[in-house]
């Protein structure tokens, strides 16, 4: 029987970096994954091939609608190969989860593949090809998560799809229903309506992302509508059913009257599920939670002391970059170091286009907290680059603290905004004032000079170019 220093149960961002760490670290390592690829969801079925959907499809939406006014011409008729975008989207994940052996190799860390589970609080069974044990001082969970669903609806993986299928379908859908305005709705929603379908999202909460600042709800609806999404507000399904090719989908609107959509594909996507199943935690006294996560302290430890959690399988949102934070956290814990994580400064993307990104305290948030902040907007449309590249929607908000000035939460929606946010982490990371950032030299013309402008705003309505 092989002995660990650590051994790492699942292989996405949070796993594979805590392995990488401890490798660092001086520890020896094990990786268990049940699947044949490593990268977990993130690598194989979510962030990765959903990027490179998103950015083929707006590659084409930019042919057909905009390189004409950019004066470019193509002669012929523009057309999708759906086939070859899937089969792009494969390779790049190929090519990805290839690097992620790399590294397992560069850092001398043992990767086993099978269903790992818990025979004792030191020693996991792993059934795979072959079934063995192995021992391990400390163990990490990084299980993730799966695609959530709700009591009444049969996911059938053909017509009635989670994100999973929805990133190989075969053909482009000519109405895609999408249960839940969240990102994973909103991104996929987004591909497939450039690609040429009707796209109606039913979203149960008075407005889309939910739990984003309410101004960049309001402007990303307002932004998808122009793309031609429909949308349906407070309406709560009640039924979903497949006849052949038909699904239809039954919801109460916010007057209790009964709505009915059909089409030909339905996106379930109302959030995901920590994975725990067959892991037998409990057996080794890890306490799960009536929402299914593993139960954890401030140092990512259960309450079996040797054994530790990361990532989706715990509370917290269900971000790739915020588990790998806590998978180096835990590591550098057990080589008897002293990290910590400041969970207010996650940062919380949507990839659509335009990009919405957040960092932060929402102004709803304050409000409710009755902290006296003060506010700077400024507007994507008013920059030089915006007009260039002709990405005219979209704002940047920086909310202040009305008396010290400390950054407290910065919201925008624009070109890049994925990238953008890293300026504003990094801000409230030194704990700067919106006044050091209006004092930062920009470079222009570029989009980040949005941050500048609306940090000029929030100290005393100071923006120069509106």
Request: aromatic share 6%; proline share 3%.
């Amino acid at each position: 029987m092989q002995s660990f220093d650590v051994a790492v149960v699942g292989s996405g961002p949070g796993g594979y970096v805590a392995a990488i760490r401890c490798a660092q670290l001086g520890m020896k390592t094990a990786l268990i994954e049940k699947y044949k690829t490593l990268g977990g969801t993130c690598l194989n079925v979510g962030c990765i091939p959903s990027k490179s959907l998103l950015d083929s499809s707006h590659h084409y939406e930019d042919a057909v609608k905009h390189f004409d006014g950019h004066g470019i011409e193509i002669p012929g008729e523009i057309k999708v190969n759906l086939e070859k975008m899937i089969s792009r989207k494969a390779a790049v994940v190929e090519q990805t989860t290839k690097g992620i052996d790399f590294l397992m190799d560069k850092n001398k860390i043992t990767v086993f593949q099978g269903l790992g589970s818990f025979k004792d609080a030191t020693t996991l069974t792993i059934k795979g090809d072959q079934e063995l044990e192995i021992t391990a001082k400390n163990i990490i969970i990084a299980t993730g998560s799966k695609p959530g669903s709700l009591p009444f609806i049969t996911l059938d993986k053909e017509r009635v799809i989670t994100s999973t299928e929805a990133l190989k379908l075969k053909e482009i859908p000519k109405h895609l229903v999408v249960v839940g305005g969240g990102v994973i709705g909103l991104e996929l929603g987004q591909v497939y309506r450039r690609l040429g379908a009707e796209v109606s999202v039913i979203e149960y909460a008075d407005r889309i992302t939910p739990v984003m600042d309410a101004a960049l709800s309001k402007e990303l609806m307002k932004v998808m509508k122009k793309q031609k999404v429909k949308f349906y507000l407070s309406h709560q399904v009640s039924n979903v059913t497949r006849n052949g090719d038909l699904v239809t989908v039954l919801a109460k609107d916010a007057k209790g009257n009964e709505v009915s959509f059909e089409g030909d594909y339905c996106l379930v996507s109302v959030g995901r599920r920590p994975y725990t199943d067959n892991l037998n935690a409990e057996a080794v006294g890890v306490k799960i939670t009536d929402r299914g996560q593993v139960e954890v302290n401030d140092y990512m430890q259960t309450s079996a002391p040797n054994v530790y959690a990361i990532g989706d399988v715990v509370r917290g949102a269900m971000l790739a970059h915020k588990a790998e934070e806590e998978g180096v956290m835990v590591a550098e814990i057990l080589a008897g170091q002293k990290p910590h994580i400041d969970y207010n400064l996650i940062p919380n993307v949507i990839y659509t286009w335009p990009e919405v990104a957040a960092v932060g305290k929402t102004e709803e948030q304050l409000k409710s907290a009755g902290i006296n902040y003060k506010s700077g907007q400024f507007p994507m449309r008013a920059l030089g680059r915006s007009r260039a590249s002709g990405d005219l929607d979209g704002f940047v908000k920086i909310l202040a603290d009305a008396t010290t000035d400390e950054v407290l939460g910065v919201h925008m929606i624009g070109a890049r905004a994925a990238d953008l946010i890293a300026e504003a982490v990094t801000a409230m990371e030194f704990r700067a004032s919106a006044e050091d950032i209006a004092r930062m030299s920009h470079s222009h013309p570029t989009y980040a000079e949005a941050v500048k402008e609306a940090a000029l705003a929030a100290t005393g309505d100071r923006a120069l170019h509106m």
